[in-house]
């Protein structure tokens, strides 16, 4: 017997297309299950290994990824879909990759494939960003020390 053969996800998204998602009534979206997330303190650590990554390949990029997407089918399959890729999730909706550049290349084309098949008003935005802007992040609206996660304090005995 055949073994059925997995479809990619930009034929996924077409199907779903294809099946007439339903266009959302309210502007106001469901935020889903918070505790999905990891902490914040374990979502920053995992920014900071890629930072402090010895040795990263010349050819790989770090960028983010963010959207905007109303359809909560659409939204989750594009959320699975980073995260498959190895996307790290930093919120509900920006995800930090260190990827090959291929890869980004691919999934930017994948990505924009998924937005053209539904007539939407979504906006997905991939950023490439260096390791120097990622070190100076901060944080706000909670009391997590990020200098102390990433050890650039310094204490001074006298």
Known sequence: MAK??????VEKMKKFSRAGMPHPHSPNRN??????????EERIERIF??????????????????YDIE???VRNQ???YLLREGCTRVQKSIFLADLPLD????????????????????????VPISTDYLQSM?????????????????????
């Not at 935020?31 to 914040?40: A, C, F, K, Q």
């Not at 691919?106 to 991939?126: F, G, H, K, P, T």
């Not at 901060?138 to 006298?158: A, E, W």
């Open 71 to 73: 359809s909560t089918k």
């Open 31 to 40: 935020v889903g299950n918070l505790d999905e997330l990891p902490t914040l």
């Open 4 to 9: 059925k053969q997995e479809i990619g996800f």
């Open 103 to 126: 890869t980004y290349n691919r999934m930017r084309s994948e990505l924009a494939q998924v937005q053209e098949c539904y007539e939407n008003q979504d906006s997905i935005l991939i």
């Open 78 to 80: 594009i959320a699975k």
């Open 49 to 66: 290994k890629i930072i402090k990554q010895n040795n990263r390949p010349a050819n790989h990029m770090i960028f983010f990824v963010m």
């Open 138 to 158: 901060k944080v706000i609206g909670q009391t997590l020390d990020v200098d102390l996660i990433l050890k650039n304090r310094n204490t001074l005995f006298f």
